[in-house]
């Protein structure tokens, strides 16, 4: 087997190494057990009837709800670390200092440094002197219009 179909038969790290197929696949399955056992004790009469079903329906629901919780609980990643330090800089008035993007976002400050010099010398940032510090800012609707 070839090591991209191996990847895509194992369960996703990011679920807690659980399939998620297989978690409502065993909530669905508890569900139906319950609604069987129901109708087995309706049909019946006697409890003891469905109490094979109330078991077996009761093991997959308590194994499947956490797994199906636990997977729509959790976070997604995120989505790029530039978005994230676009996303900073305009939460932060439109303007950031290195120091800045690394207090607000999972970079480091010399990540934080590298990315938006990065972006300066793309042309989608300006770099300007304040206080005797950079800072990087988006440039303004009006800039990019004459710059075009």
Do not use: F
């Not at 978690?23 to 056992?37: K, P, R």
């Not at 989608?124 to 710059?147: F, K, V």
């Amino acid at each position: 087997m070839s090591e991209p179909e191996r990847r895509e038969q194992e369960p996703d790290a990011s679920e807690g190494g659980v399939d998620t197929t297989a978690a409502y696949a065993s909530s669905a399955v508890g569900v139906a057990l319950l609604i069987g056992a129901i109708l087995l004790i309706i049909s019946t009469g006697t409890p003891v009837a469905g109490m094979g079903l109330i078991i077996g329906g009761a093991a997959c629901l308590g194994w499947g709800i956490p797994q199906v919780l636990k997977h729509k609980n959790s976070l997604p990643g995120p989505v790029s670390k530039e978005r994230e330090l676009l996303s900073a800089i305009r939460d932060n008035g439109g303007s950031i200092t290195p120091a800045e993007a690394a207090m607000e976002t999972s970079l480091t400050v010399r990540e934080a440094d590298e990315m938006l010099s990065e972006l300066t010398s793309g042309g989608h940032l300006r770099l300007e002197s304040q206080s005797g510090s950079l800072h990087y800012s988006l440039p303004t609707r009006r800039e990019q219009e004459l710059g075009g």
